[in-house]
C-alpha cells in the first residue's frame, strides 16, 4: 500500500507551508504529496495559492516524494497549457509529477474570476477531449488529435515527458467518471466509500479498460480519506472530541458517520485495519487529507503522525 499526502490551499496558506508539510511527508517515507487546484474557498477569499506553480516550487525543494496536483479543472487551461505545463513539471522534478484532470465544478471561483463553467454534459465532453488531446501531446497515441473542442496536429510535442507521467481521473460518479478513468487514467481517484460504492465504480472503471483493450489492473485505484488516528485509545478520543465540537456534532455521531463512510479513524491498529481493508479491495494508494489552512497545522505534530500512519 501506497501512503499520501491531500492538502487544500484554498483554504489558506503559503508556499512554505506547503513546503513545510511536503518535507513533513517525505521525511515520513509517504509516496506522495498532492494539493487541489481552487482560486476560492466556497464563497471566502483567503490566501489561495496557484496549484502548478506551487509544484514548480516543490520540484525543486524536495528529492523523493511524487508530485501531484488532484485535480486540476479544465476550465482553468486550454489542453496545450495543461500538457506542456505537466511536461516542464515533469523535467523539473526529474519524472515526479502526476497529472490529474477533471470537469471542474465550483462555481463561485468560476463565477468571481469571469471564468466560463459550461452544464456538466459539456465539461464532461469536454474531459474526454482533453484528456485524448493530452494522450496526444504526451505521445501516447499516434496522429494528433482532432475532436469537436479541441484540435492537435500530428507533431511531436517537445519536450517529452522524462517518463510515462502518471495521469489521474478522480470523482464521485459512478458510472461517467469510472468510465473515462477506464480508457485513459492510470490512476483511478475516489472519496473513502463503502464498500459496495467502491466495488461499483471499480467494476466499470475495469469494463471500460477492457472495452479497448486495456490492462484494467494497470490502473492504480486510490482513495482520499480524512483521519482521525490517535497512538492510544485516549488520544483518539481527544482528537475526535476535538473534531467532533469543531463541527458541532456529538463524538459518537461522528465516529459513526465515519465508520459509515470508511474514513480512516480509531487508534493507528484500528487504521491499519481500515487500510488493509481497502488494500484487499484492490485500493492501491490511500491519501490522507488535510482540510484545514496549512498555516494552522503544526507541521512538527502532523510529521510525527505521518510517520506513525505509515509504521
Not at 495559492?49 to 511524487?66: D, F, M, Q, V, Y
Not at 479543472?73 to 515526479?96: C, Q, Y
Not at 490517535?230 to 455521531?253: M, N, V
Amino acid at each position: 500500500m501506497e501512503f499520501g499526502v491531500m492538502v487544500e490551499p484554498q483554504m489558506g496558506g503559503s508556499y512554505a507551508d506547503l513546503l513545510g508539510i511536503a518535507r513533513a511527508a517525505e521525511k515520513a517515507g509517504f509516496t506522495s504529496i498532492a494539493r487541489s487546484d481552487h482560486y476560492l474557498a466556497g464563497e471566502d477569499s483567503v490566501p489561495a495559492t496557484e496549484a502548478l506553480s506551487t509544484i514548480a516550487g516543490l520540484a525543486r525543494e524536495t528529492k523523493t516524494i511524487k508530485l501531484a496536483v488532484l485535480v486540476t479543472p479544465l476550465t482553468f487551461r486550454h489542453p496545450a497549457v495543461i500538457a506542456k505545463t505537466a511536461a516542464t513539471l515533469d523535467e523539473m522534478s526529474n519524472g515526479r509529477f502526476e497529472l490529474g484532470i477533471g470537469t471542474g465544478w465550483m462555481e463561485s471561483e468560476h463565477r468571481v474570476f469571469g471564468i466560463d463553467l459550461p452544464p456538466i454534459r459539456t465539461r464532461f465532453s469536454l474531459l474526454f477531449e482533453t484528456l485524448a488531446y493530452v494522450h496526444a501531446a504526451f505521445g501516447r497515441s499516434p496522429g494528433g488529435y482532432q475532436g469537436r473542442h479541441y484540435r492537435l496536429e500530428d507533431t511531436t510535442v517537445l519536450p517529452q515527458p522524462v517518463a510515462k507521467i502518471p495521469i489521474v481521473v478522480g470523482g464521485s460518479g459512478m458510472k461517467r467518471t469510472p468510465t473515462i478513468a477506464g480508457r485513459f487514467a492510470d490512476e483511478y481517484n475516489m472519496f473513502a466509500c463503502d464498500t459496495d460504492t467502491l466495488k461499483a465504480r471499480v467494476g466499470v472503471m475495469r469494463t471500460a479498460a477492457e472495452e479497448i483493450e486495456r490492462d484494467p489492473d494497470e490502473i492504480k485505484v486510490s482513495i482520499m480519506s480524512s483521519a482521525i488516528i490517535g497512538e492510544d485509545e485516549s488520544e483518539y478520543q481527544e482528537l475526535l472530541a476535538a473534531a467532533a465540537a469543531a463541527r458541532d456534532k456529538e463524538p459518537a455521531e461522528l465516529e459513526q458517520a465515519y465508520g459509515e463512510r470508511r474514513v480512516l479513524h480509531g487508534t493507528y491498529e484500528r487504521a491499519a485495519e481500515q487500510v488493509a481493508q481497502y488494500g484487499a479491495e484492490g485500493v492501491g494508494r490511500v491519501y490522507i487529507q488535510h482540510f484545514n489552512p496549512l498555516n494552522e497545522l503544526d507541521t512538527d505534530g502532523f510529521g510525527r503522525q505521518l510517520e506513525g500512519i505509515r509504521s
